[in-house]
């Protein structure tokens, strides 16, 4: 059974590969870095049963940001202040050889999931993504991100369709 785990010591980074050299020297270098420092937190999904070190099947960070209302799309962007809370998908992977089995898909389910967590806490307007390519972009937009007015690459969801997508998860 495949879980979603908070990246540790017991997970093999080495042997990840997801085809982007960026994201894979970002999970073996930086990703235990950036949580110690409190800059980011990094989940990653993995076989439940395999052992240690457990093979990574893909990964997500997530951290905290704000942004200028006026970077939002013209209707979110008069519903707020100045400035707004949200979360950033920092960084979102899968493993080579798992690409195309819906694993991405599984992984935005888990950070939604996170999203809802924080907002329950302290509150953020929705998950924000800087997509790397057009490619890219189109994938996050499948499942409503839309691009922020300042950056066609930068997608904002906004927590009602948060909201709505894990309610009909469960």
Do not use: W
């Not at 017991?10 to 420092?37: I, K, M, P």
């Not at 307007?125 to 691009?147: M, N, S, T, W």
């Amino acid at each position: 059974m495949r879980k979603i785990e908070l990246l540790a010591k017991s997970h093999d980074r080495v042997g990840f590969d997801c085809g982007s050299e960026a994201l894979n020297t970002f999970l073996r270098q930086t990703a235990r870095q950036h949580a110690d420092r409190g800059i980011s937190r990094t989940f990653v999904l993995v076989d439940e049963d395999t052992t240690a070190p457990k093979p990574i099947l893909g990964f997500f960070s997530l951290n905290l940001c704000q942004l200028k209302a006026d970077d939002l799309p013209p209707a979110d962007a008069k519903r707020f202040p100045r400035t707004v809370p949200g979360v950033r998908l920092g960084r979102l992977a899968v493993a080579k050889e798992l690409h195309r089995q819906g694993i991405g898909k599984t992984l935005l389910a888990a950070a939604m999931g996170k999203f809802m967590e924080i907002f329950n806490t302290a509150g953020g307007i929705g998950l924000f993504v800087d997509a790397k390519d057009v490619e890219a972009k189109r994938y996050y937009e499948q499942f409503g991100f839309v691009p922020l007015a300042s950056n066609e690459l930068e997608l904002f969801l906004p927590v009602e369709t948060i909201r709505e997508a894990v309610a009909d998860a469960e």
